[in-house]
């Protein structure tokens, strides 16, 4: 199993943030935290986060753009002090996670797992940890597309280099600037260091918990839109959309939709640093919209069928268990009757929820159908418990 472990991965994921904690922890115990360092941690986050979004991502990912190589260059230097992994190989993966999405080739699919906590670890930071992980894995579709990219071969072939250079003196150089002291370099360091881990985290956000809560209004899959996420991931939040058109520049579409990459790639264009800007047409937009409804509203009415066979299922054994206690001991009978009838009519109750969703709603939502699975196993744990309660008295009998 510890053959398995990927031990870089392990210290630049987790260990190397843990000492960045413990080194915040005892700075702030020793000097005055303030404006500075508050500001070289959002530095550090938000420089993360855009070099995620407008390099890894929408350009050496999915091509949603060109630029120039000095731009490029910029990137490449960013990109490395970000701490995951080479473009290349970041770039590999996520075509793997496109191309096979949520199937067992997906390298970071949440169904790993039949356990949602197991499936939401593994997603987020858990396939890293071993193998490979997201460092060296770079597949032939990559290599073809970017093999002759001098800029990203010669990051890949000096990626550790340029990740210690991007993680120690350039935040330090950059404290040292705006602080003029030794300790508003080690600020700089420290702090920037930090902002950078917790984007970290945050990025992963997007292989988890975007694949597990959200609205699914452009694609059916695992894929969702978290609003609520779009100040800290400033546009990959709208990840429905994305695996529904994964070549076009914009994650939030709508005009008012909060995706700061799009608007940076787009100032881009407009002063020739970038050209070639993809955009899907909003016809194609609409039409994928309307075809997903139907898609959904066709699994959510099966959903509602296979638990309406449920119940009807349940409901036969608790007639079953009536007509065993019409048949047994006083003693036995008077001990479960109650119960088994508050059982039952709760059965019905669900019945009766799942006949008025099944004929009154077209497409009831996520949010319906999983309080109903929830209430029928409810239902059904305590009519299993009941059940066993039965058959026991009656052996005692």
Known sequence: MFKELNIVGIFALIAYPMILIALAIFYATSYQVGWFEVTLFLTGYYVSNITVGIGFHRLWSHDTYKTNKFVEFILILLSAGTLQGPALSWASNHFMHHTYTDTEKDPHTPLKYNSRIMGFLWSHMGWMLVGEGSYKSIDKVTIVKHGRNKLLRWQLKYYWHIAILMNTLVPAAVGYIFGTTALAAYAGFLFIGLGRAVQQQVTFFV????????????????????WWLALLLLGENWH???????????????????????????????????????????????????????????????????????????????????????????????KFWQ???????????????????????????????????????????????????????????
């Open 240 to 334: 429905n959309f994305h695996h529904a058109f994964p070549s076009d520049y914009r994650n939030g579409h709508k005009w008012h939709q909060f995706d700061v990459h799009k608007w940076i790639i787009y100032l881009m264009s407009k002063c020739g640093l970038a050209w070639g800007l993809k955009r899907t047409a909003e016809v194609r937009v609409e039409a994928r919209i309307a075809q997903t409804v139907e898609q959904v509203a066709k699994a959510h009415k099966e959903r509602l069928e296979l638990l309406k066979n449920k119940v009807e299922e349940l409901d036969v054994v608790c007639q079953q268990k009536f007509q065993e206690l019409e048949n047994s001991s006083a003693g036995a009978k008077e």
């Open 339 to 397: 119960s088994l009838s508050k059982a039952h009519y709760n059965l019905n109750n669900i019945r009766i929820q799942l006949q008025n969703h099944m004929k009154n709603f077209e497409n009831p939502s996520d949010k319906i159908i999983n309080a109903i699975n929830k209430k029928l196993k409810k239902a059904e744990n305590s009519l299993q418990k009941l059940y066993s309660d039965i058959e026991r008295i009656k052996s005692y009998a």
């Open 207 to 226: 292989n988890s918990l975007c694949h597990f809560v959200g609205t699914q209004k452009y694609t059916n899959g695992t894929s969702r839109d978290i």
